[in-house]
């Protein structure tokens, strides 16, 4: 076990957290704020610290990393690089408990957008656009690390790193996947500049133009507004936010290749037009629904439909809820389950979307349709392609391993909570939605408030077990089960 590698990257890691550190603070001095503006420098100094220690003791080592060393990374940062992040929230006074600001730094970095903060419209500029920061470098990790761990996943396809290193074969593996980081930050960054740009010109301010194309490009849907309605004032807005969620769900590979030359690179993926046509199916389903189970007209259906599908299978968070003939909001049970069931489904793989992704769908659905032959002619050989390429036995057992887990996770974790005191109706939902990494889409409204024996009124509110329950659980479907899973196995440490 080399442990020099394992803290070279998180040394840098931790180094790269205390430069962003120093943005927010220059916000909470130009705003006069120096209470925030000193708890981001002080974190920033701590996290540069240690940081720097660990860059300096172990700078004469060598940098290799194994297959052990490799997913010992993955999990320490996943679970190191939220501890300082929350610095700032609890030092700042935006949370006042450790395990809050924890849960609020690891919901931002894992993109899952869970918010224990009630009175966001209260908090400081530095503060909000620290959250919505943290999630965008969360989801541009999520990216190389997945990425990385992709081969050991057993999942057929491209990934964004082997697309960019076979790019530069001449060059030594160390500086391809330097050149492949590079590369594939530069994308995500002119992504986003590109959403926060539109998003300004849609008519937000700058400074929410900024936080939302943070949260939008990272599929986190941390919102700087209790409500979020900001987000709905016009359809540019809404348009804009749904045109760059997908955007973030799409396999970065295709950006990659469509920024590298190959214009046709999004529809030569299989993973692509599948997720176009579970978009269109999804949002028809939940129009059809919402004409049955409401009395709103048919076009103001259809936008809510549209826009709450994708929000919800791009593990967004961003929710836009029906309003009732009285003026009230409200959620059709029949919506709900349609919605929960598009967070399960997720996105595409190497995207910074969470779920069961749908290559693995795919997979799944593809062998179930191959036993149904095998069953009406049992001695024809049925060979299965996922677009080119074949379909081994280890690509299906894989896929049926990730989703064994996913169902059994979501039933642990429901159990979890209802021993904790929650009701069954909000344990499911919450279970769903953070092994999903998609909290911010659940709210009072969709555990039933105002309904005799609903308990969930937010995240603030949940029983202290509860959050850290929740933290493990965003952790775990973050770095989809195997990477955690394998950290933990003994035999692993015993090679």
């Known amino acids: 076990m080399l442990l020099a590698p394992v803290m070279t990257i998180l040394g840098w890691s931790l180094s790269l957290l205390s430069v962003l550190m120093l943005i927010p603070c220059v916000f909470g001095l130009s705003d006069g704020e120096g209470g925030v503006a000193s708890a981001f420098f002080a974190s920033a100094i701590v996290t540069a610290f240690l940081g720097g220690g660990m860059i300096f003791a172990s700078r004469m080592e060598t940098t290799t990393l194994g297959r052990r060393e490799t997913y010992l990374t993955a999990v320490l940062?996943?679970?190191?690089?939220?501890?300082?992040?929350?610095?700032?929230?609890?030092?700042?006074?935006?949370?006042?408990?450790?395990?809050?600001?924890y849960f609020e730094a690891i919901s931002g970095f894992t993109t899952n957008g869970a918010s224990v903060i009630d009175n966001l419209s209260e908090q400081s500029r530095a503060i909000l656009l620290w959250r919505s920061l943290v999630q965008w470098v969360g989801g541009f990790a999520i990216i190389i690390f997945v990425s990385a761990l992709a081969s050991a996943f057993g999942v057929p396809g491209n990934n964004p790193l082997n697309r960019a290193i076979a790019k530069?074969?001449?060059?030594?593996l160390s500086r391809r996947v330097r050149f492949a980081v590079v590369s594939i930050l530069q994308i995500y960054t002119i992504l986003t500049a590109i959403c926060i740009v539109l998003l300004w010109f849609s008519g937000l301010s700058s400074f929410e133009a900024l936080c939302y194309g943070f949260s939008t490009l990272s599929t986190g849907g941390f919102t700087v507004t209790n409500d979020g309605l900001e987000l709905f004032e016009n359809r540019f807005t809404e348009t804009v936010l749904m045109f760059f969620m997908i955007i973030g769900a799409i396999n970065f590979s295709l950006h990659w290749a469509f920024f590298n030359g190959d214009r046709k690179s999004y529809f030569n993926n299989p993973e692509y037009r599948y997720l176009l046509y579970v978009l269109i199916l999804s949002s028809l389903a939940v129009f059809v629904v919402m004409n049955a189970e409401t009395n709103m007209l048919p076009f103001q259906n259809m936008r809510y439909a549209f826009f709450n599908t994708v929000s919800a299978l791009t593990t967004t968070g961003y929710m836009m809820p029906p309003i009732s003939e009285s003026g009230e909001f409200f959620w059709p049970v029949g919506v709900m389950f349609l919605l929960f069931f598009m967070m399960t489904i997720g996105g595409s793989t190497g995207s910074t979307s969470g779920g069961i992704k749908l290559m693995r769908i795919i997979l799944l659905l593809k062998q179930g349709v191959a036993e149904i032959k095998r069953l009406s002619f049992p001695r024809a050989i049925v060979v299965l392609k996922y677009g080119e390429t074949s379909i081994t036995r280890e690509n299906l057992l894989s896929a049926w391993g990730f989703f064994s887990l996913y169902c059994f996770s979501i039933i642990v974790v429901s159990l979890g909570l209802t021993l904790d005191g929650l009701n069954f109706q909000?344990?499911?939902?919450l279970s769903i939605a953070n092994l999903a990494n998609a909290g911010a889409a659940v709210t009072s409204l969709m555990t039933g408030l105002g309904v005799e024996g609903a308990d969930f009124v937010s995240y603030a509110a949940l029983p202290l077990g509860s959050k850290i329950l929740l933290c493990v659980t965003m952790l775990v479907g973050r770095l989809e089960f195997f990477?955690?899973?394998t950290v933990l196995n003994p035999a692993l440490w015993h090679r």
Do not use: M, Q
């Open 77 to 101: 940062i996943w679970t190191v690089i939220p501890a300082f992040a929350a610095l700032p929230f609890y030092l700042s006074g935006a949370v006042v408990d450790p395990i809050d600001a």
């Open 168 to 172: 530069s074969t001449r060059r030594r």
């Open 426 to 429: 909000a344990a499911l939902s």
């Open 483 to 485: 990477a955690v899973l």
